[in-house]
């Protein structure tokens, strides 16, 4: 072949070698699932504390109003994240219209505890937090199936279990990357109905976490009931800062 017939066939060969064959879809990194984006976005907090208050308006929680409040991501595991959330009480004066001595009083309407954990023990007369409940995430499942159960560990200031405590909800679906819905289970309503709690044998609890060092990351833990439309208690946390770990919740 001469020099003048080499060069095309040189060209050539050097444009076919520039094409790149796309490769098979399979072999495309798969995007996270929503089950696996939320799992990393709540995890990507632990160890650390944010403070909150009440975002919702509505009358039956009227003690909440003004008071401060820490979420701490107090213990992490591979599949269970545990949220210790710290209220600040009334001085022991006035402890009893702080928490609400009255079946309607929103402590026990909106995390579902009886008065005598949101008492005047609750309140502690050498520390004016509440440190009684404590948010548990737990993991199961694989792949699609992946769920979620959220159950509410609560404690009186000496450590032991209230009469209502670890009742919550298994998420139904995917839920989203940000987000998770947890209808009440039915090991809760025998639990509701046993304590004559009737108002929340349809409680549904909401947990929405945006991945550490996100734009204006929040927190949020929310109830609704489906048989009250009016019923909102929830509370925001702002994760663009984190505040100084609180004292362990109590019986941790």
């Not at 072999?27 to 909150?52: E, I, V």
């Not at 929310?222 to 919740?249: H, I, S, W």
């Amino acid at each position: 072949m001469t020099r003048s017939h080499t060069m095309p066939a040189l060209i050539a060969l050097a444009l076919l070698a520039g094409c790149t064959t796309p490769a098979p879809p399979g072999d495309t990194p798969a995007a996270a699932s929503p089950q696996q984006a939320f799992w990393q976005a709540l995890s990507s907090h632990c160890g650390k504390a944010y403070a909150g208050a009440l975002a919702s308006e509505d009358a039956r929680d009227a003690d909440w109003t003004g008071k401060a409040m820490v979420a701490h991501w107090a213990a992490c595991e591979e599949d269970r994240v545990a949220i210790a959330f710290h209220v600040e009480e009334a001085p022991p004066s006035s402890s009893s219209e702080a928490v609400g001595e009255t079946e309607t009083s929103s402590s026990s309407e909106a995390v579902g505890e009886t008065e005598t954990s949101s008492g005047s023990e609750a309140v502690g007369r050498d520390n004016p937090w509440n440190r009684s409940r404590t948010w548990i995430v737990t993991r199961h499942g694989a792949g699609a199936e992946t769920r979620f159960t959220l159950k509410h560990d609560h404690r009186h200031a000496d450590g032991e279990a209230d009469a209502v405590t670890f009742y919550g909800g298994t998420s139904a679906d995917a839920g989203s990357a940000r987000a998770q819905d947890f209808p009440v289970d039915a090991e809760s309503v025998a639990l509701f109905t046993r304590e004559g709690l009737d108002a929340s044998l349809t409680n549904v609890w909401h947990v929405a976490v945006d991945p550490a060092g996100s734009k204006d990351a929040r927190f949020a833990y929310q109830l609704t009931r489906r048989n009250d439309p009016t019923r909102r208690f929830r509370v925001e946390f702002d994760m663009t800062k984190a505040v100084a770990p609180p004292p362990p919740a109590w019986g941790w």
